[in-house]
T-cell receptor, first 110, second 115 residues
Framework: GQQLNQSPQSMFIQEGEDVSMNCTSSSIFNTWLWYKQDPGEGPVLLIALYKAGELTSNGRLTAQFGITRKDSFLNISASIPSDVGIYFC??????????FGGGTRLMVKP | DAGVIQSPRHEVTEMGQEVTLRCKPISGHNSLFWYRQTMMRGLELLIYFNNNVPIDDSGMPEDRFSAKMPNASFSTLKIQPSEPRDSAVYFCASSSTSGRVYEQYFGPGTRLTVT
């Protein structure tokens, strides 16, 4: 089946640092989405990307839909303690179903 | 606006018992998804409904699992009989097929523990 490879699996950074994580796939996706999950909660949608090459920002978050349609990255600028959580990428290429990556666990040291 | 509502938030049950998880999607959304999350397997899609009709149930692990959506505002996921390996967090998500159709919104999840 389709797989999304998300990296890194975990990151431990200092508050104020920028963060970058990415997702790659052997399959083409038509839509990429990025979610954040806090402990004990469901994933929350951060950014949705609908066109190859699209670059979209949401506050300190910036995500890009790769030109090959097989990858996407998420950047967080000037990290703060509340950025802690697990970040998931998800891709869509048929019907309404999403395929999720394995997640990047972000830890921020104050 | 209310988000996706799931109940119960936590469920502890003994092996062999029946478990029913409940979900109320966002009002106006007509697609509903059930996911299971474990450390080993991550987020797995179990089944999804469109306009109350099951469209893809290929992710349902086995016949012990069943899901229904009797109307646009309510869905259940039932496990009968439950087994310890069913322990996981179960999420319900909803989306709309008009507008930004691929944006799924998740509920807070039900943490199921089967002893």
């Amino acid at each position: 089946g389709q797989q999304l490879n998300q990296s890194p699996q975990s990151m431990f950074i200092q508050e104020g640092e920028d963060v970058s994580m990415n997702c790659t796939s052997s399959s083409i996706f038509n839509t990429w989405l990025w979610y954040k999950q806090d402990p004990g909660e469901g994933p929350v949608l951060l950014i949705a990307l609908y066109k190859a090459g699209e670059l979209t920002s949401n506050g300190r978050l910036t995500a890009q839909f790769g030109i090959t349609r097989k990858d996407s990255f998420l950047n967080i600028s000037a990290s703060i303690p509340s950025d802690v959580g697990i970040y998931f990428c998800a891709g869509q290429n048929a019907g309404n179903m999403l395929t999720f990556g394995g997640g990047t666990r972000l830890m921020v040291k104050p | 606006d209310a988000g996706v509502i799931q109940s119960p938030r936590h469920e502890v049950t003994e092996m062999g018992q029946e478990v029913t998880l409940r979900c109320k999607p966002i009002s106006g959304h007509n697609s509903l998804f059930w996911y299971r999350q474990t450390m080993m397997r991550g987020l797995e899609l179990l089944i999804y409904f469109n306009n109350n009709v099951p469209i893809d149930d290929s992710g349902m692990p086995e016949d012990r699992f069943s899901a229904k959506m009797p109307n646009a505002s309510f869905s259940t996921l039932k496990i009968q009989p439950s087994e310890p390996r069913d322990s996981a967090v179960y999420f319900c998500a909803s989306s709309s097929t008009s507008g930004r159709v691929y944006e799924q919104y998740f509920g807070p999840g039900t943490r199921l523990t089967v002893t």
